[in-house]
Structure formats: structure tokens, C-alpha cells
Nanobody
């Protein structure tokens, strides 16, 4: 059973910073993509930052230059450094992984989410 667990959310004043972390546990043959998504109140879940299958990084336009995604070499930890946070960044942040199991099937897993609230 593969599990993703986020940590690091909280309340911050506009202009502040937070660092989110995502820990992956369980047996994975290989990882295709890893990324961070967020869902604001009443909104849909949107990609914030991700590592593509070939290791490139994509950012949503609204966070480019403010957020930085990183991960360790084993792809077991993933982080999202969020700087210059704004009230519109308020959302539940989820980590996501699309991976290949040892039987060759592709799976997708989500973390439970961590709340980020930015006050003005």
C-alpha cells in the first residue's frame, strides 16, 4: 500500500513563506510524475507544480517565481517552498504521485491534504 503524507501547512500573513513536505511510503517500482495540487474553497483541484516523467518541472503561471518544487534522489520526499504568499494562495494542498507497481500497472495516489491559509 503506497501512501503519501503531507505536512507543513498553516496560517501565514501575506508576504510570508511556508514549506510543504510530502513523504511517500510503500513499494513502488518506478515513479512517472510527482506534483503538488491545490483546491480552494468551492474550486477545482489544480496543478501547482510538478515533476514530469522525464524530470522536467512545470509550474502554474500564478506561482512561477514564488514557489519551488524539489525532491530527494530516491523520490521519497517532495517539498514545495512557497514564498511571497498571497491570500489567493489559500487552499488545501495535496501531493500526488503517478507510479508503476511491481506488476507493471500504473497507479495514482493522493495525500490527505494540508491546509494553507494566507491572511491579508
Amino acid at each position: 500500500q503506497v501512501e503519501l503524507r503531507e505536512s507543513g501547512g498553516g496560517l501565514v500573513v501575506a508576504g510570508g513563506s511556508l514549506r510543504l513536505s510530502c513523504a511517500t511510503s510503500g513499494s513502488i517500482a518506478s515513479i512517472n510524475t510527482m506534483g503538488w495540487y491545490r483546491q480552494g474553497p468551492g474550486g477545482q483541484r489544480d496543478m501547482v507544480a510538478e515533476f514530469t516523467r522525464d524530470g522536467r518541472v512545470n509550474y502554474a503561471g500564478s506561482v512561477k517565481g514564488r514557489f519551488t518544487i524539489s525532491r530527494d534522489n530516491l523520490k521519497r520526499w517532495m517539498h514545495l517552498q512557497m514564498n511571497m504568499l498571497q491570500p489567493e494562495d489559500t487552499a488545501v494542498y495535496y501531493c500526488n504521485s503517478k507510479f508503476i507497481g511491481f506488476r507493471g500497472d500504473e497507479y495514482e495516489q493522493w495525500g490527505q491534504g494540508t491546509q494553507v491559509t494566507v491572511s491579508s
